[in-house]
Structure formats: structure tokens, C-alpha cells
């Protein structure tokens, strides 16, 4: 996948639909008029239909908290819109728009059916993605987790990690971090479990490491599907999720077992006998020749011994 760097100069243009064209701006004074009043239009301050306004982008939140929706869209009652949201045209379909930022709130108005206080600009598909990164940077109530799922959409994109850094105003360390983390946690599962707003940077990197344990992952991604995740707060998923992948698999615990010792009547160890998941492993010495002579009346040994085990499951059925 060839990455995309927004920030150079020196590339040519790209060919194909991830980029608006832009027509070539009239010169003069039309052209300084117009950029004039352009400029003016895209401070200004519209009231468009809520209906008009598609989503576009990258995803920015993971699910919607009940009790937050409700407190905004009691303070839109109250107040009304304070505070703008950001659009652009929409790319193939006159006269409608498409989201950059302020999801939240285009969402709490269109469900109480109020026109939306918008700002709209011209801005490619490139133009977008550094717009609604750099107003996420601003937000305070965006978790680590979301920071994260946003750079790991970006890289799959095609976006650098030099334009992902600049999209959230962060270095490359923790472009690093991020993207670790929101390539680990696919972004159906981060669905799931939510933004985890008390859940930092630390304690999600400690989750990624886990994975390397075999089965770690599937264990503790399957908790999710499980009627108890679904009461649990977003925090608390997190580190249910956590718990599980720490936990030794049953086979791991299995195979932890340690050897148990066989020895003669005379209390001399002649060797020992682990247990496991899929059976038991007997390890003789053969200091003494024992192990050799073993070995050559191991049939008839385990096939009387199988018969004994049969009969007494035999009388332990009669009674």
C-alpha cells in the first residue's frame, strides 16, 4: 500500500478518488474578490438541516455513553449550540454535506431535530483527516484507546506515520505506541469494549504484551460476547479482558503440573510421573537396568493393569 504524506511538497499529485480536485482559482482582482469572499463564507456561521449531513472520515469514538448524550442534549435544550460544528460540501451529492467534526453533536440534534450551527469549508480528503485529528488533539474526553483506534484507521488507510503524528500532534514514539496498540485490538473488538476512559497508555501496552501467550487473545476477547460484558462499564470490560488474557490457559496449568515421584517399598525414587492434558508421562532411571527390563514387559505390565482398572470400573457399576 503506497503511504500517503500529506505534509510534502515536493510529491506529486495523487491519481485516483482520494483527493478532491480543486479548479484552477480565477487571478486578478475577480480572483482576490473571490478568495475574499470565500474566506468570509467559510467563517462564517450556517444553520443547516441535520438530515443534509452525511458522516465521512475516520472513526473517532468507540460506542456512545448513554448519560453523556443525555446531558448534551439537555444543555442544547437549555442553551442551545454554542460552539459550531465543521463541514464540507458533499463530494457527488448537490446541495448535501458531510461531518469533519462535532459527530456528537450532529448526533443530539438531529435526534432532537434542530438545525445545525455549522462552519463549511473546501477541504480534500487529506485536508479532513489533519482537521478532525488536530480538533481530537483539543478534546480532553478522548481516551487513549480512541487516540490509538484513530492512528491505527489512518495507517490502514495509507496514511504515514510522519501525517498520523501531525493529525494528532504527537511524536513518533507514540505514533509507535498507538499503533501498536490499535493494531493488536481490532476495531469490531474495541467496539466492544468501549473508550475505557480510565484505562492509559501503560495498561493497554501490558494487554498487547500479553497477547504473545498462546490463546491469551481468543480467551480474553471471547468474554465480550458473554451476557456479563454487556453490564459491565466500559473500565471494567477492559480489565476483565485483562484478567482473562493473564490467566494460564487450562492446558498451561495442565503441563505446569510438576512430576510426581515413584519410588520402590524401600523409598528409593526409581523415577517419576507427570500429568498433563492429554495424558501422563512416565520417566524411569536406568541406573539400575530396571528402565531396560521395563521396557521389554511394558505390554503385558499395561495390559494387566488395564485389566484390573476395567474390572474395578466393572464392580463400581454393580453396586
Known amino acids: 500500500m503506497v503511504r500517503k504524506n500529506v505534509l510534502s511538497t515536493a510529491l506529486p499529485p495523487t491519481t485516483g478518488d482520494t483527493k478532491r480536485p480543486k479548479a484552477p482559482a480565477p487571478r486578478g ?10 474566506k468570509l463564507q467559510e467563517n462564517a456561521v450556517q444553520e443547516i438541516d441535520a438530515t443534509q449531513i452525511d458522516d465521512a472520515g475516520v472513526e473517532d469514538r468507540l460506542g456512545h455513553d448513554h448519560a453523556d448524550h443525555t446531558a448534551l442534549m439537555d444543555s442544547l435544550k437549555t442553551y442551545g449550540q454554542q460552539v459550531p460544528v465543521l463541514l464540507r460540501p458533499h463530494a457527488t451529492k448537490r446541495g448535501r454535506f458531510e461531518i469533519v467534526y462535532g459527530r456528537r453533536r450532529l448526533r443530539a440534534l438531529k435526534e432532537l431535530g434542530q438545525p445545525v450551527k455549522a462552519m463549511v469549508r473546501q477541504l480534500s480528503d487529506d485536508e479532513l483527516i489533519m482537521a478532525q485529528g488536530q480538533e481530537n488533539t483539543a478534546r480532553r474526553d478522548l481516551s487513549f484507546v480512541e ?14 506515520r510522519d501525517t498520523i503524528a501531525a493529525a494528532l500532534s504527537i511524536d513518533q514514539p ?14 469490531d473488538v474495541l467496539r466492544k469494549i468501549g473508550p475505557a476512559p480510565g484505562i492509559g497508555r ?35 470490560r477492559f480489565e476483565a479482558i485483562f484478567a482473562r488474557a493473564k490467566a494460564p490457559s487450562a492446558k498451561a496449568t495442565a503441563d ?7 519410588r520402590n517399598s524401600g523409598g528409593t525414587v526409581l523415577g517419576d510421573i507427570r500429568p498433563s492434558r492429554k495424558g501422563v508421562t512416565l520417566n524411569i532411571s536406568d541406573k539400575d537396568g530396571f528402565a531396560q527390563w521395563l521396557d521389554a514387559q511394558a505390554d503385558t505390565l499395561i495390559a494387566e493393569l488395564h485389566d484390573r482398572w476395567s474390572a474395578s470400573r466393572s464392580e463400581d457399576e454393580d453396586q
Open 29 to 38: 482582482a475577480v480572483g482576490a474578490l473571490q478568495s475574499s469572499l470565500s
Open 147 to 160: 487516540k490509538a483506534s484513530f492512528a491505527a484507521q489512518l495507517e490502514a488507510e495509507g496514511y504515514d
Open 174 to 187: 507514540m505514533v509507535s505506541r498507538m499503533l501498536k496498540v490499535g493494531q493488536a485490538v481490532p476495531l
Open 202 to 236: 501503560d495498561r493497554w501496552l501490558a494487554l498487547v504484551k500479553l497477547f504473545d501467550a498462546k490463546g491469551a487473545r481468543n480467551r480474553a476477547f471471547a468474554f465480550l460476547d458473554t451476557p456479563d460484558a454487556s453490564t459491565m462499564t466500559s473500565d471494567n
Open 256 to 262: 505446569k503440573q510438576p512430576p510426581r515421584a515413584l
